[in-house]
């Protein structure tokens, strides 16, 4: 099993950038894919990025040029770099791998 913890949110201006961290430690890490979501008040937990094995990607179409998701597979870390911060993408966002979820790490964008 993979344990989490994500890292790097905070309050941000529109427009600004943040990046976000997740920490994996317990497992072979390298072969899964990573997954970021995010959960907006009174929204469903959505699906934001995710970051194949291999180093492919995939975004929602909501982020993407935007967010940049990728991996140090030697730092056991996954990271989502974001730019260009709106207000709609304040949410706590979590790390996910096969069945393992962090505790999430709160992004709110506003003025």
């Known amino acids: 099993q993979v344990q989490l913890v994500e890292s790097g949110g905070g309050l941000v201006q529109p427009g600004g950038s943040l990046r976000l961290s997740c920490v994996a430690s317990?497992?072979?890490?390298?072969?899964?894919?990573a997954n970021w979501y995010r959960q907006a008040p009174g929204k469903q937990r959505e699906l934001v990025a995710i970051i194949s094995s291999t180093g492919s990607t995939n975004y929602a179409d909501s982020v993407k040029g935007r967010f940049t998701i990728s991996r140090d597979n030697a730092k056991n870390t996954v990271y989502l770099q974001m730019n260009s911060l709106k207000p709609e993408d304040t949410a706590v966002y979590y790390c996910?791998?096969?069945?393992?979820w962090g505790q999430g790490t709160l992004v709110t964008v506003s003025s």
């Open positions: 317990g497992s072979i890490f390298n072969i899964y894919a």
């Open positions: 996910n791998v096969r069945m393992s």
